[in-house]
């Protein structure tokens, strides 16, 4: 089906407070799509109902993260006047479309998703027995998305096999009842090095029962406490004149991400770039506290208006609640559309289609006659 509005939707599950790897990964991006002009609609899912396919023994764990996870879009500067911020659970036409395109999925197809597989391995899943409702999780996904028309979904690169998902998934549909569902498709980060942020230890991903996280809600002593005390740099470089190597050195990596011209200019200007500071590092010369320094300069920079502005939203928690529930019942609207369009393709809208009582009379009256 094609669709000449140009829509995103994006999200992320509320198991705690989102960290310095989601803004880099994303919320960064977001803003700054939110605010390019470029799309009709930014609808901004917080995926509490796939966050119990693994805490289903914990709710409370989820619904207390909620407002975590929607204070840090605010802080970041996720408009809602602009984005549509709503809750998964209160979207009943959700559930209905994963109902439905759940018979449009075999489970060898799903064991076969890479990022399943991967998500399968790290919690465990493989020993302990895996919930149906984790595995069916793609299929959850690929409601979320055509249920709110996604032209766009934002992702990084391991969530690359879930839009290929929901692309088959839209294809069967169409082919079967009509055209119908609206084909996504994703949108990577252009830089490689904000597609996943490493943990401040080195470890591949920031978790918080690693402790290797920077928080966004974080003060400022407590990240410099994370840059100085456990932030990895290079083994081999004992005195500072000795050579030091980038490769794995997670400093540099979060320059990389983050660091400006500006900043070198505001909090290090005896180098005009970034390239000029690792050149230097890998000579000899430049040791790994002042590396460090300028890297907490940086990230005060980023998260200093973000925490001030978080403090604003915290003071006034009514505020928060009425644009989650404004939001919610935008995105109530806009999915109960999706729900009954695909209804009258099934032809299942039986309330709203009356002449499916002519094909009843017409069956029975053939029934008759045999």
């Known amino acids: 089906m094609a669709n000449e509005k140009n829509i995103i939707l994006t999200g992320d599950r509320p198991t705690g407070r989102l960290h310095l790897g989601h803004y880099v990964g994303s919320l960064k991006r977001r803003v700054e799509l939110q605010n390019s002009g470029r799309f009709d609609a930014i609808n901004i899912l917080i995926a509490d109902d796939q966050a119990l396919t693994d805490n289903a023994d914990n709710p409370a764990k989820i619904r207390d993260n909620i407002v975590q996870v929607a204070l840090d879009y605010l802080s970041v500067g996720i408009d809602p006047n602009k984005s549509t911020i709503c809750i998964q659970s ?53 409601a979320d998305i055509t249920a709110f028309n996604a032209t766009v979904v934002p992702v990084g690169e391991d969530q690359l096999p879930m839009i290929e998902q929901t692309r088959e998934i839209v294809e069967k549909f169409n082919r079967i009842y009509g055209e119908t569902l609206v084909f996504p498709k994703a949108l990577i980060p252009e830089n490689e090095t904000q597609r996943r942020l490493p943990g401040v230890d080195g470890k591949a991903k920031m978790s918080k029962s690693l402790g290797n996280c920077i928080y966004l809600s974080d003060d400022a002593k407590t990240v410099k406490k994370q840059v100085n005390g456990k932030m990895f740099t290079d083994p081999q470089h004992l005195r500072i004149e000795d050579p030091g190597h980038l490769e794995g050195n997670v400093v540099f990596t979060y320059l990389d991400a983050l660091a400006t011209d500006a900043h070198f200019a505001a909090f290090l200007p005896e180098y005009a770039n970034l390239g000029e ?29 973000i925490r001030a502005e978080r403090a604003k939203w915290e003071a006034d928690i009514d505020a928060v609640y009425d644009v989650l529930r404004e939001g919610t019942k935008r995105a109530v609207e806009i999915t109960n559309e999706t729900l009954e369009r695909v209804r009258a393709a099934m032809r299942i809208n039986y309330f709203n289609d009356r002449s499916i009582v002519k094909e009843w009379e017409t069956l029975l009256k053939a029934a008759k006659l045999q």
């Open 90 to 142: 209160a979207l009943p036409a959700l559930h209905a479309l994963t109902f439905y395109y759940m018979n449009l999925v075999t489970t060898a197809r799903l064991s076969r998703n890479p990022t399943v597989k991967a998500e399968i391995q790290m919690r465990g899943f493989a020993d302990e027995g895996l919930p149906a409702g984790f595995f069916s999780y793609p299929v959850s996904q690929a």
């Open 277 to 305: 500071m690792k050149a230097h590092y890998c000579r000899g010369g430049l040791g790994d506290g002042t590396c460090k320094k300028f890297l907490i300069n940086v990230l005060e920079t980023e998260l200093g208006p």
